[in-house]
């Protein structure tokens, strides 16, 4: 939680989360400054890729937990997302970016509910837009190298459409590929990260103003209800960091198995 928030929560008078509160800069100001987020997505890379490191040295047949959750993890990425939708012949490409993307948005959005940290990454828009670039430029490179340019955007176009409509079908895709499935993959990963720490703010730091600050007893009592609500909501927030993870992969090898396919 920002050092503003804080200590609005025990000011005089009570002020709700705002969005400049998840700029938090550490050093330095403006576009160029070292910020919170951008700390916690290093510290993410370094934990994913030693956990990782120490997973696979000491694998063997009879799993421990930890191999055991590891290869659970893997499995629901391979199973359930590549095999099932970019198909057993062409999955094997594509499962390390898609492995990463997992685990990378998981542990970031994670962060959200561990005491101290306590910031989901993805809830500032830049590395939503970071990672959603990645799928971009990896599906529509698929397209151009499978189909060639202008093979890939005469696809656009579905066999069988009528040529006066087939422009104005060709435009409505062209915009859907290009613009609109890279900007709601992105908004989606955000602004449930977003909302969901917002809402995380105003229910605990609404039940420690009310406990702290409340003018008459009734008010403190309330405290109580507003506390339950953010454990309440801490334990559904970890459900929809899990849920964006996956959905986030799920699109992402929807979008590469469609250009994969032979047909449009």
Do not use: C
Request: charged content about 10%; cysteine-free.
């Amino acid at each position: 939680m920002s050092p503003h928030v804080l200590a609005a929560a025990h000011s005089e008078g009570f002020e709700a989360p705002t969005p400049a509160d998840f700029w938090q800069p550490l050093v330095g100001d403006g576009a160029f400054a070292l910020t919170r987020p951008m700390v916690l997505m290093a510290l993410s890379v370094v934990l994913i890729a030693a956990f990782f490191l120490v997973v696979s040295r000491r694998l063997s047949l009879v799993p421990s937990r930890l191999q055991f959750a590891t290869e659970g993890l893997y499995n629901i990425v391979r199973n359930s997302v590549a095999i099932d939708l970019i198909g057993s012949r062409d999955f094997r490409p594509f499962l390390p970016l898609l492995l990463t993307q997992f685990s990378l948005i998981l542990v970031n959005n994670v962060f959200g509910i561990i005491p101290v940290i306590q910031f989901p990454t993805f809830s500032r828009i830049g590395f939503a837009v970071a990672v959603t670039l990645i799928t971009y430029v990896v599906y529509h490179a698929i397209g151009f190298r499978k189909k060639g340019f202008g093979g890939y955007l005469g696809s656009l176009v579905p066999s069988g459409v009528p040529g006066w409509i087939a422009p104005f079908i060709w435009l409505l895709e062209a915009f859907t590929f290009f613009v609109t499935r890279p900007l709601t993959l992105a908004l989606r990963l955000f602004a449930n990260m977003f909302a969901g720490h917002m809402l995380l703010l105003v229910f605990i730091l609404g039940g420690e103003y009310m406990l702290l600050h409340g003018s008459n007893p009734f008010i403190q009592v309330a405290s109580i209800g507003s506390f339950a609500m953010g454990i309440v909501m801490t334990f559904f927030e970890l459900l929809v960091q899990f849920l964006q993870a996956y959905v986030f992969v799920l699109l992402t090898a929807l979008y590469i198995a469609g250009n994969l396919a032979d047909e449009h």
